[in-house]
C-alpha cells in the first residue's frame, strides 16, 4: 500500500451489519476513499457466537473496502460492544519527580489510576482522562510543564469481557489484519456525531445498532459514563414479524421503509403491503398498525435509557440533551418520542467532520464506522507528537553532554 502512513481503517463489527471504513489522512482532514458492507450473522447482542461466519463478513466488507479505495488494507481499529462491557471511575495520585511534569510522571498515574481490582477474565479497554489536579489545582486538561510536587488524575475505565476481546481479535487476524486498537462502540460514534461544546456543556449520546444500544455521557469535555444495554433494533424486527406474521428480512424492510416510532403521526389512511408466510399472498394493512407495534418497544428502549441516565447521576447537567445515532434512529418520529420518554432536547446524530465519500457515509448507521476512523487520526496524532517531544528531549541531552565534554 503506497500511502500506508496515511490511511486509516475503521471496522464496525456489528450485530445486523459489518462496515468497513477506509480514511486518507489530507491537509484538510480526512477523506472518506473507500467503504464496505456485508451482513452480519456470527454476532449476537454484539458479541460473536460463530467465528466462521463473522470472519466471512470481515473478508467481505474488507474486499469491498479494498476494490473501492484501491489500496490493500492490512491494519483496522475495531469496535466492541455488547452487555459484557462495564466501566467506572477512579483515580490516581503520585509524586512529581523533579517538581515539573514530565510525560513519564503522567504515565505513572495513569498505571496507578488503572490499578484497580478485576476478575481474571476482565480486561482493561480504555482509561480516559477525566481532569488532572497538580497540587490543589484541579480542572487542569494538560499537565505536562506544570510546576507541582503532586500529580492526581481522575480517569474513567472501560473493562470487557477478555474472550469477547479476544474473539474479536481473532477473527480479524485470521483475515489477514492487524488490529491497532480495540475501541468501544459508542466512544467512536462521539468522535463522528458530536460537537466539542456539546461534550463540554453536558450530553448524552445513545447509539441504538442491532443488538444492543450503546450510551456514553460526556462532561465537561470528558467521559464521566459508559453502559450498554443489551435491547436494540432486532427486537423492533422481531416484534414486527410476529405482529404482522411476516418472515424476518420481510419485516427488516417493511420497519425501514414504513416504520414510524409514534402511531400520532402517522396518517389513517396510510396503507402498506405486507408479504405473508408460508407463500401465502400479501396482504394490504394499516401503516398505523405498523407503528403501534414499533412504538412501544422504542418507548421501552429510551425508558432503559432514561433509568441508565438517572444511574448515572448526571441527568441534571445535561445542558446539550441528548444525540441518538445508529440504523434503528432513520425510522420517522424517533427524535419526538425520545424527547418524550428522556425529557430532554435530542437531535438525530450522523456522521461529521469528514470529506470523500460523505454522501455514501452520511447515514447514522455509518456513525460507529466513521468515529473509528477519526478515533485512530487522533491515536496516530498523539504518537506522532509524543516522538517529536522524545525527539526534542534528547536532543537538548545530547546538546548538554556536547557542552559537558
Known sequence: MGKSSEIIVGLDIGTTKIAALVGEVTDEGID???????????????????????????????????????????VVYAAIGGAHVRSMNSHGTVAVKDKEVRGADVARVHET????????????????????????????????????????????????????????????????LTVAGIVLAPLASSYAALDEDEKELGVALLDIGGG?????????GSVVHTAVLGVGGNQITSDIAYGLRTPLHEAERVKQRFGCAMATLVDRDDKIEVPAVG?????????????????????????????????????????????????????????????????????RGAPKRIGGLVDVVKAPSFTT?????????????????????????????????????
Open 113 to 176: 489510576a488503572r490499578a484497580v481490582p478485576l476478575p481474571q477474565d476482565r480486561e482493561i479497554i480504555h482509561v480516559l482522562p477525566q481532569e488532572y489536579i497538580v497540587d490543589d489545582q484541579d480542572g487542569v486538561r494538560e499537565p505536562l510543564g506544570m510546576s507541582g510536587v503532586r500529580l492526581q488524575a481522575k480517569v474513567h475505565i472501560v473493562t470487557a469481557a477478555a474472550p469477547s476481546v479476544q474473539n474479536i481479535i481473532k477473527c480479524c487476524n485470521r483475515c489477514g
Open 279 to 347: 407463500g401465502r399472498p400479501a396482504r394490504e394493512l394499516p401503516r398505523q398498525t405498523l407503528a403501534e407495534i414499533v412504538e412501544p418497544r422504542v418507548e421501552e428502549i429510551f425508558g432503559m435509557a432514561h433509568k441508565e441516565i438517572e444511574r448515572s447521576g448526571f441527568a441534571d447537567r445535561l445542558a446539550s440533551g441528548a444525540v441518538i445515532t445508529g440504523g434503528t434512529v432513520s425510522l420517522d418520529g424517533m427524535t419526538e418520542l425520545a424527547e418524550e420518554v428522556l425529557g430532554l432536547p435530542v437531535r
Open 212 to 220: 444492543t444500544t450503546d450510551l456514553v455521557i460526556f462532561l465537561d
Open 369 to 405: 464506522g466513521v468515529g473509528l476512523v477519526l478515533y485512530g487520526a487522533k491515536q496516530v496524532e498523539a504518537a506522532v507528537a509524543t516522538q517529536e517531544r522524545r525527539g526534542r528531549s534528547m536532543g537538548r541531552l545530547r546538546g548538554w553532554f556536547s557542552e559537558i565534554f
Open 32 to 74: 472518506v476513499i473507500g467503504v464496505g458492507t456485508a451482513p452480519s450473522t456470527g454476532l449476537k447482542k454484539g458479541v460473536v457466537v460463530n467465528i466462521d461466519a463473522t470472519m466471512s463478513a470481515i473478508k467481505n466488507a474488507i474486499e469491498e473496502a479494498e476494490h473501492m479505495a484501491g489500496c490493500e488494507i492490512s
